[in-house]
């Protein structure tokens, strides 16, 4: 009787980095598709923007010549897009993260972490579905908004530009809540961040320019970083394509990206440490 050994040789980088694409793509699209099966989390963040817009359009249309430092516009609708991109984004990117804390309350969280799994796949994965909804998001809001008087001065090049800094944004938001989400396994504890956001983008520039300001608002909205990624939403829109308007709309979120992917990682390392 003879008996063949066999030994288990280790996978070659190649094939390691595969399964890594592998396991990332397949959490991916389970996170896109939990949103486009969840109606009722997504359609406010399409629906509140746009009354904010057409509110701030009916309401301050005259403020546009009438208030010394406003930029020149052709309607308030074309220096509200940015405002309402931004804001449907901070909605829209808080709701990944919320599914993400739900999953640690219910334990599917815990059962991929014991899986063979890539670690960063997990959050990737998860943030994937903020991602596209933040790329979709922009781009509806464009579209929902020409025909109503909305002019883009970029063109096609400008409208790009801004849904990849839509995208780019919605990773550093659902990164940043996803840290919170890992951190506090909690989702009424991310639920309860949001409004932290929101007033964030209040203190901005967001729906008024900072030359109009005065006080403390007009400091704070200096120093918020909201401010000059809406400002580069909004150049494109009402100044045109430009090198400053690309690195404001697409540079600072990627920068802030990066910042909150490290902190969605560390909470991750934190919470495997801690098991």
Known sequence: ???????????????????????????????????????????PSLIFPLFFAALGT?????ATTAVPGFPAVDSYLDFALAGSVVQGILFGSTVGATALAVDIEN????RLLSSPSTRSGIIVGRMAGGMVYGCFQTVFFIVVLLPFGLSIKGGVAGVLTMAAGGTILALAVGALMSAMAIKTGSSEAVQGAFPLLFIAMFFSSAFFPKETMSGLYKTLAYINPISYLVEGFRDLTIDGFSASAV??????????????VVLA??????RLGAR
């Open 247 to 260: 690195v404001r709309a697409v540079v600072i979120p990627a920068i802030l990206a990066m910042v909150a």
């Open 58 to 62: 009916s309401s301050f249309s005259r």
């Open 107 to 110: 334990g599917f969280f815990d």
């Open 265 to 270: 990682l560390w909470a991750l390392t934190s």
């Open 1 to 43: 009787m003879t008996v063949t050994a066999t030994t288990m040789t280790p996978r070659t980088r190649p094939e390691l980095r595969q399964s890594t694409v592998a396991q990332t793509v397949a959490l991916s699209k389970r996170s896109i598709l939990s949103l486009w099966r969840q109606p009722s989390l997504v359609v």
